[in-house]
């Protein structure tokens, strides 16, 4: 590792931020990460660690596992470490208390273009608005949530077929490049910051689960990007014969017709047709409650629903 490279302590969970990790500790001195807490999880209520942790502890790298980000002993620790930038992604709102700690500031990876879609479901919203370009963004972190001045910004075209993987994907990739270029910026007193336009804001709210149920008295392409907006997870869900099935992958056309809304109309082509009010949706892969994820032409081996009709319940 060069000497003239910041040192930079690391926030974040996912594997979002895990993948964003691994690319910069390839070029930069991560002098600690910070995650969360193991936490128990499925039916056996085993603890399950962070992708970021797991990682850490792979690569020798000092790893803080921590909840209560105002913990005394824990900020001590931090500032001892005297580090020059924090870097979040994908991880919570920092607490003043650490804010105040590297030498030159704190910068995030945001996944849209700011000031759009600030808060903690960008990606989602993007696809649930149908949104044809989207972004990532790099800004170093005020008081207030996304409104830091921008560092970085990059463009990412969104593809109709891609689904939140897909798109999140191709943000991981962009990501990870703006971000390291703006620690080079940063680090060198060579950024040209923006200051946000608040009047061009726009809100990306965590995601309800209400929000996940597929309404089929709503557009078939709002339906369309609903079930892209959550796979493959959750997974957009509707009910068919009082069992929850979970769509993942469909495509659509727009038609006048005179069939009742929601019914199966044809398993043609090996797709399962569905009306909706202004067009038909033609799903290629779902999951019926208890089962594996299968495509429509698995499931018609299994079950005849032609002429069956998807419901709220």
């Known amino acids: 590792m060069p000497k003239d490279v910041p040192k930079i302590i690391f926030f974040g969970n996912t594997h979002f931020s895990c993948f964003v990790l691994k690319k910069l500790s390839q070029f930069f001195n991560i002098l600690a990460v910070v995650t969360n807490e193991p936490k128990p999880m499925g039916r056996g209520r085993i603890n399950s660690i962070t992708p970021v942790h797991d990682f850490s502890k792979k690569n020798n790298i000092t790893l803080f596992n921590i909840d209560d980000l105002n913990d005394k002993l824990f900020l001590n620790e931090l500032e001892n470490l005297n580090a020059d930038l924090y870097i979040v992604v994908a991880y919570r709102i920092l607490p003043d208390s650490i804010l105040k700690l590297p030498i030159i500031g704190s910068i995030n990876l945001h996944t849209s273009l700011l000031p759009k879609y600030r808060g903690a479901a960008p990606i989602q919203r993007a696809l649930l608005n149908g949104d044809k370009e989207t972004g990532v963004s790099t800004f170093l972190i005020d008081k207030k949530v996304d409104t830091g001045k921008i560092i970085l910004q990059k463009t990412i075209q969104i593809d109709d077929s891609d689904n939140f993987e897909d798109l999140e994907l191709k943000m991981m990739n962009e990501g990870s490049t703006i971000l390291q270029n703006s620690i080079d ?3 060198n007193n060579k950024a040209q910051l923006i200051t946000q336009d608040d009047t061009l804001a726009t809100k990306a709210p965590k995601i309800k689960k209400e929000e996940i149920q597929i309404n089929w008295n709503e557009s078939v392409n709002v339906i369309q990007n609903k079930i892209r907006a959550f796979s493959p ?10 069992k929850r099935i979970k769509i993942f992958s469909s495509s659509f056309r727009l038609l006048n017709h005179r069939y009742p809304i929601s019914s199966v109309i044809s ?7 569905v009306a909706c009010k202004d067009g038909i949706l033609m799903i290629n892969s779902l999951q019926l409650e ?8 698995e499931f018609l081996r299994g079950y005849n629903i032609l002429g069956e009709s998807f419901s709220d319940e």
């Open 185 to 187: 910026l940063i680090y």
């Open 233 to 242: 997870s959750p997974g957009a869900y509707t009910f068919l014969k009082r």
């Open 267 to 273: 398993v043609e082509d090996k797709l399962i047709h």
């Open 290 to 297: 208890g089962k594996k994820i299968m495509s429509s032409e």
